[in-house]
């Protein structure tokens, strides 16, 4: 679909309310943790066992769960 496909979907997204000033200006704020995360994950991701890393997804996608079960 591409970036015009994503465009298209900017107004629908402001009508629900699920795109704000508010919103862009955290996504702003977060920029710098996504870079951070990259580079980090990048240097890291040679160097962690493939079975480690599956384990770690697994007990990290749990746990995010919980809060969606209160």
Do not use: N
Not at 8 to 19: A, T
Not at 33 to 47: A, F, K
Request: some cysteine.
């Amino acid at each position: 679909m591409g970036s015009s496909g994503a465009l298209f979907k900017v107004p629908f997204s402001i009508g629900l309310g699920l795109l704000s000033a508010s919103s862009l200006v955290l996504d702003a704020v977060l920029v710098p943790c996504v870079l951070v995360g990259t580079y980090v994950g990048r240097r890291v991701i040679g160097r962690i066992d493939q079975k480690r890393f599956e384990s770690l997804v697994l007990v990290f996608t749990v746990l995010s769960t919980v809060p969606l079960l209160r």
